[in-house]
């Protein structure tokens, strides 16, 4: 089975753009709520009730399941109660590929993820053997102008898909091989209202790894006319964003159809045969060890 699980929170209204793009393609879909409304920095959120109302009437295949559990530990920082969350999750999501994504992220024509998934199922039954993490490449949006989006290109990778998800910071699994896929997502992260780019900086898992109110005035300052002239700007690893390119479109609906069809999906390399069978003997010489 292929299962996504989303993260939601502040965010919570882009998770339909998010869900429209793999829904027909995946077998079950977690959205994952802190029981008490709470960020991982432990400020209170409101998620109106019309939300779960939409979702209800949108779900037309019964796919979605609302999880919700305590996510927030007083004691942790951000990003240990962001990693201890995506741990939780990927629990209750079971066997199977597993797909972590936030509500913000998207990943268009899943269909040819799901493809590639399918041919190579029997590696999501031997994850112990095994253990794989897939990375995509990452589409920045940084910023929303009057008449379209500034985005960033530079191949920065995100892990996003599992046979075994055991994470260790985040999405980040150590104990598992890193696979590069071709697969784009475009992540709306920077591309929001101001009073939402603060709430964001302030509880998500970085918030304390550099001066965020020094990087929000330079995001704030940032226009048509100078976007440009800045290079290698990211607030952690100054090369991973090298610079800004712009997409004119009204709204991301438009931007996500104007970006496929400038970057297609491309499949990714499917294993060979041979190493299919080696991988299948490996684990039935480790199981019968055993």
Not at 80 to 104: F, P, S
Request: proline letters at 2%; hydrophobic letters at 35%; charged letters at 30%.
């Amino acid at each position: 089975m292929i299962k996504v699980g989303i993260l939601i929170s502040y965010d919570y209204k882009y998770a339909f753009t998010c869900i429209k793009q793999i829904y027909d393609a995946v077998d079950e879909l977690y959205l994952a709520i802190d029981e008490n409304y709470k960020t991982w920095n432990g400020a209170t959120i409101e998620i109106p009730e019309s939300f779960f109302t939409s979702l209800k009437e949108f779900d037309y295949k019964r796919k979605v399941i609302i999880y919700k559990d305590n996510f927030y530990v007083p004691n942790l920082s951000t990003m240990e109660n962001e990693t201890r969350e995506r741990e939780l999750l990927a629990k209750r999501m079971g066997k199977g590929w597993i797909c972590q994504i936030d509500a913000d992220e998207y990943v268009y024509d899943f269909e040819i993820l799901q493809k590639f998934l399918l041919q190579n199922k029997y590696i999501s039954k031997i994850g112990k053997t095994y253990p794989i993490t897939y990375t995509g490449n990452l589409i920045t949006l940084f910023k929303k102008l009057n008449n379209g989006y500034l985005y960033i290109e530079n191949n920065e990778q995100v892990s996003f898909v599992s046979n075994t998800p055991e994470y260790t910071k985040a999405r980040n699994n150590l104990k598992s091989r890193y696979i590069k896929t071709n697969i784009n997502i475009i992540h709306q992260s920077w591309a929001r209202e101001e009073t939402e780019i603060l709430t964001k900086i302030k509880n998500w898992g970085h918030n304390t790894d550099f001066d965020v109110d020094e990087f929000f005035r330079f995001w704030q300052n940032i226009n048509e006319e100078n976007y440009i002239q800045f290079k290698n700007f990211h607030p952690l690893t100054a090369s991973t964003w090298n610079e800004l390119k712009y997409i004119e479109a009204k709204d991301i609906e438009e931007f996500i159809e104007k970006y496929a069809q400038k970057n297609p999906q491309r499949t990714p390399i499917y294993f060979s045969k041979t190493d299919k069978y080696k991988l299948i003997l490996k684990d039935w010489l480790g199981k019968k060890s055993n």
